[in-house]
């Protein structure tokens, strides 16, 4: 099979590694900018915090993720996988009710460590309700995700740094810029609305923003959140955010996203500290919160793999080796996660 792949996001690189291990003759091509998987904090988080419930699939996604991800670091000889213990300070007695009443139960034990009178007084200022450990928890460092993943396709040539120029796509044939593929899969992100194909898709484009900030008081022996994240990185220095505006695509910084992050970082901390970086991607989501995955309904040698939105890094291996058994195999994807959901939208 000759596959081509449009993308090399955490989508696009996932994909690229799965049907490489299926023995395929892969292409990527990608044009180094959509910078939302670059800028992304990475964090593979269990729990949603709203109403302590378990994020979508999480027994299935957390453990092949690992699995995956430590393969590519034995590939590309590098390491960007980083266990984490992230501490909730509860926003309310509401939060903690909710933790209380889940963290024995069975399907939630895995991923919540009970409560200890420590978690509840723990020594933070900011500790006004209680606090929480998510078991199971993980960052993947992003920058170093991308960067080690293209430099290892780059040097073996199968990465095409340009733009993806649909007016030379025979989409009936699979054939672009005169080489006939078996397949074409499309991982656009954000892109996709641009995307003449998969335009009919209901892709939101969602911005976000994140800081990098140095502290040499900050509590760092943990990822702390409320309101926001804060990562530790190492050497004192830390990743905040995110911020969310949607129908948005630039990846311009401004100043409103950073005086919402420094906002909210108040109600995890009011050590001094001072901002590295400021940076802004745009991530792909979907109303339902849910990928899109599928072959397109009129031309078969087109595939989609978008939609992963804010919790890119944890979705990505599994949904990406779903979706090459689904193309190469035929085996079946999830209702909740096929394009075919919205195939009504095609011809409005």
């Given at each position: 099979m000759k596959?081509?792949?449009v993308g090399s996001g955490v989508a696009g690189i996932c994909l690229a590694h799965e049907l490489l291990q299926a023995d395929c003759e892969v292409q990527l091509i990608d044009n180094g900018k959509n910078v939302s998987s670059a800028v992304a904090a990475g964090i593979i988080n269990p729990i949603v915090f709203r109403r302590m419930t378990l994020s979508w699939r999480v027994s299935e996604f957390i453990p092949f993720a690992y699995k995956k991800y430590r393969e590519m670091e034995l590939k590309t000889?590098?390491?960007?996988?980083?266990?984490?213990v992230i501490r909730r300070l509860f926003a309310s007695e509401q939060e903690l009710g909710f933790w209380k009443k889940k963290q024995d139960l069975p399907?939630?034990?895995d991923y919540m460590e009970?409560?200890?009178e420590e978690d509840l007084n723990f020594?933070?200022?900011?500790?006004?309700?209680?606090t929480a450990r998510v078991k199971q928890a993980s960052y993947v460092d992003a920058k170093g995700f991308i960067q080690a993943n293209r430099e290892y396709f780059r040097s073996k040539g199968l990465l095409s740094e340009e733009n993806f120029n649909h007016d030379e796509l025979d989409p009936e044939n699979g054939i672009y810029k005169g080489t006939k593929y078996d397949y074409i899969i499309f991982a656009e992100g954000k892109d996709s609305n641009y995307n003449p194909l998969f335009g009919y898709l209901p892709i939101q484009q969602t911005k976000g923003e994140v800081l990098t900030i140095q502290s040499e008081t900050m509590y760092s022996a943990e990822s702390l959140n409320r309101k926001c994240f804060l990562l530790p990185l190492g050497n004192n220095t830390f990743k905040v955010g995110s911020t969310y505006v949607w129908d948005t695509d630039n990846t311009?910084?401004?100043?409103?996203g950073f005086q919402t992050i420094t906002e909210n970082l108040k109600s995890i901390s009011k050590e001094?500290?001072?901002?590295?970086e400021h940076h802004a991607g745009v991530r792909p989501t979907v109303l339902d919160r849910r990928p899109l995955l599928g072959i397109h309904p009129k031309y078969p040698k087109l595939v989609i793999a978008n939609g992963l939105g804010a919790k890119g890094y944890m979705l990505a291996p599994l949904l990406m080796n779903e979706l090459v058994r689904h193309v190469l195999h035929g085996e079946e994807i999830a209702k909740d996660s096929h394009i075919n959901r919205f195939e009504h939208l095609m011809d409005s």
């Open positions: 596959i081509l792949v000889g590098t390491s960007f996988l980083h266990p984490l399907e939630y034990s009970t409560l200890t020594p933070l200022e900011q500790n006004t309700f209680g311009i910084p401004t100043e409103e001094p500290y001072e901002v590295l």
